[in-house]
Structures are given as structure tokens and as C-alpha cells.
């Protein structure tokens, strides 16, 4: 596993197999396994879930349509997944609130409700996935590998 991430971050990638992996459409495709990972169930509910489907369509749309309405349903994952990730997931104001949340949850945890007199409160500290993500926004374009 080192030496194929040790291969893909050369200036020139030689590695066949890092080349494959390295493809953009790939790439693109890994951006978005987050968002499909949470619309893949509801919208498969929507297509496939009887007592849903029944309500909107008259039953499953699998029965009513065929097997090819799987190519339907994987467009309408993969759409919304690309809106969701590029609407909400790479929005700034989004990465904020979400600092903000990590920053008062590790606060909490951390902190004594009454701290007796002996007991000093612990240093507050920044989650390190949100500090990392802070750091790499600060950096230039041209120095950023994002």
C-alpha cells in the first residue's frame, strides 16, 4: 500500500496500476461515494420499497417496468449525489458550521460541568480533520494539491 501511494505521488506516475486508479473518471467517482452512500437507500425506496413505490407508482417499479429500470435508478444515485456534493458537501459555509459543531462537541467532551477547585479545565483543542481542512483552504492554489 506505500509503495502504490509512493508511486502516485511522483511527478510522473510509471505504475500501471496507480495510472488505472489515477483516472479522472475515477476520481470523480470516488468524490462522490459519500453522497451515494447516503441517497442510495431512500431513493431505492422510492424505486424498489413496495409500500412507497405502491403509494407513488401503482407498485415497485422494478414489476412495473422491468429489470431495466435499475439504469434509471443508478442515474437518479449518481445525479443527486453529484448535486448533493457540489451544492452542500464542498460549500464553505457548510465546512464552517460543521467546524463550529466539532469545535463545541470537543468543548463539551472535554470540559467538567463544575470543576471542583483542584481540577483545571483541558486545554481546547481543534478537531484535527477540521484543523487539516483549515489548513489546506489557507494554502495558495498553486501550492494546494486539492
Not at 100 to 124: I, K
Amino acid at each position: 500500500l506505500m509503495a502504490a501511494h509512493r508511486a502516485s505521488v511522483k511527478a510522473q506516475v510509471t505504475d500501471s496500476m496507480c495510472r488505472a486508479l489515477s483516472n479522472k473518471g475515477l476520481v470523480a467517482l470516488g468524490s462522490l461515494t459519500f453522497p451515494i452512500f447516503l441517497l442510495h437507500g431512500p431513493i431505492g425506496q422510492v424505486f424498489y420499497k413496495k409500500v412507497v413505490a405502491t403509494k407513488l407508482f401503482g407498485g415497485p417499479l422494478h414489476l412495473i417496468v422491468g429489470p431495466r429500470i435499475f439504469y434509471a435508478y443508478l442515474a437518479v444515485t449518481i445525479v443527486a449525489a453529484y448535486i448533493v456534493q457540489h451544492t452542500f458537501l464542498s460549500s464553505r459555509r457548510v465546512a464552517k458550521l460543521s467546524s463550529t459543531a466539532c469545535d463545541t462537541a470537543a468543548a463539551v467532551l472535554r470540559w467538567s460541568p463544575s470543576p471542583t477547585s483542584s481540577e483545571q479545565p483541558v486545554e481546547r483543542q481543534r478537531c484535527p480533520a477540521v484543523e487539516r481542512t483549515r489548513q489546506r483552504r489557507q494554502l495558495p492554489a498553486a501550492q494546494s494539491k486539492w
